[in-house]
Each structure stands twice: as C-alpha cells, then as structure tokens.
T-cell receptor
Framework: SQKIEQNSEALNIQEGKTATLTCNYT??????LQWYRQDPGRGPVFLLL?????KEKRKERLKVTFDTTLKQSLFHITASQPADSATYLC????????????FGRGTSLIVHP | GAVVSQHPSRVICKSGTSVKIECRSL??????MFWYRQFPKQSLMLMAT?????????EQGVEKDKFLINHASLTLSTLTVTSAHPEDSSFYIC???????????FGQGTRLTVV
C-alpha cells in the first residue's frame, strides 16, 4: 500500500542555516507532491506543489525538489529564521486515481536564534 | 489564497453528548470538502469526503453513524460527533480545494475534548 515517510525526529538548526527536510514514498507514482506547514493547534497551510515533470520549484526562501526515480522530495528553507519553526508535512494525492491529499506524519523544524 | 473557516476552534463536551463542527468556504464554492482527524504527533487521517447535495464518502473504519456529515450548501459542511466518548477527543480539521489536483485550503481546526 501507499506509504509516505518523513523523519519523525525534530530537526534543530541554527538561525541563518539551510534546513533540509525529506519525504520518501513507496508503492506509488504520484503526479505531484505538496508541502504544507502546520503550527501547533492550527490547520496546515499550503506552501508548494511540485509536479512529476518538474525537478525543482522555488518560492522565496523555499525550494522543493522531486526525484521520481528515488521516490523522494527534499524541502529546503534557506536563511532559516526562528519564525520558520513549525511542522512541515508532505502530501501526495491518494493512490488509485484520487486527488485527495494523503499526508505524512510531518517533521518538526526548530530554528534556534 | 482561498479561505476556509472552521468553528468552533475548541470545544469541551460531556461524554454522551453530540458536538457539531462547521466548515465554511468564505470566498469560493466548494463542491467537495474533506474532514480529517489528527492525534498528537500523528499525521492527518482522512475521515470522509463531504459532497454537496449527496451523501458523504467515509474512509474504512470510520463510523458514519457516529460522525454525521452534512454538506447542505456549496459553502458549508458540518461534522457532528454523536454520543461523544473520551476516545473521540482529537483535533478535527476540514479542507477544500478550488479544483482537483491543486492545493488544499484548511480550516483552523477544532480541538475536541470529551470529558
């Protein structure tokens, strides 16, 4: 069955550094992949969508890559700030042709001043 | 981006009572909305797909008689947790998308505590 894996351990980095989060998936070939940010006690907020024919996508300090051979997406935040501290969720459309997003568990990012 | 508003943000209820959660799309019409549940440090688990004017589609293992979904208009879906029990305590989140295969917009979430 479809499986989405994100590192469950929190990522701690120093302000100004680049944070890199990983999303791996198995048993599936999604047409696109999404990244969301979730703050404690709040609903997720959409950040970026990258399609299978796109290798890389950028938005301000964010960069996402999508390697369909490795079945992996990397999410980068450059020049990280304490305000970037949150949980970042990877989402794929459910397998079987559905477009309903299925989420990974998310990785917590903590940026230290 | 589109705005999805969810109400209430927090609710505490007694065991055995029912609780209604509202999800509204404020600036767009949502034929389809989705309801998720999230336990601490866990991923969002899809509970059901709410379809305007028709019955909701429930995921396997979700009791449709316990989690009643009504999508009476293009801007409002409601989730009613009936005869709530402490194990129903969770974070419930709704979402909607403008089009298929595009980003989803989420409500603020509802923290339900059943005592």
């Amino acid at each position: 069955s479809q499986k989405i894996e994100q590192n469950s351990e929190a990522l701690n980095i120093q302000e100004g550094k680049t944070a890199t989060l990983t999303c791996n998936y198995t048993n599936y070939s999604p047409a696109y992949l999404q990244w969301y940010r979730q703050d404690p006690g709040r609903g997720p907020v959409f950040l970026l969508l990258i399609r299978e024919n796109e290798k890389e996508k950028r938005k301000e300090r964010l960069k996402v890559t999508f390697d369909t051979t490795l079945k992996q997406s990397l999410f980068h935040i450059t020049a990280s700030q304490p305000a970037d501290s949150a949980t970042y969720l990877c989402a794929l459309p459910a397998s079987g042709g559905s477009y309903i997003p299925t989420f990974g568990r998310g990785t917590s990012l903590i940026v230290h001043p | 981006g589109a705005v999805v508003s969810q109400h209430p943000s927090r609710v505490i209820c007694k065991s055995g009572t029912s609780v209604k959660i509202e999800c509204r799309s404020l600036d767009f019409q949502a034929t389809t909305m989705f309801w998720y549940r999230q336990f601490p440090k866990q991923s969002l688990m899809l509970m059901a797909t709410s379809n305007e004017g028709s019955k909701a589609t429930y995921e396997q293992g979700v009791e449709k008689d316990k989690f009643l979904i009504n999508h009476a208009s293009l801007t409002l879906s409601t989730l009613t947790v009936t005869s709530a029990h402490p194990e129903d305590s969770s974070f419930y989140i709704c979402s909607a998308a403008l089009q298929v295969n595009t980003e989803a917009f989420f409500g603020q979430g509802t923290r339900l505590t059943v005592v």
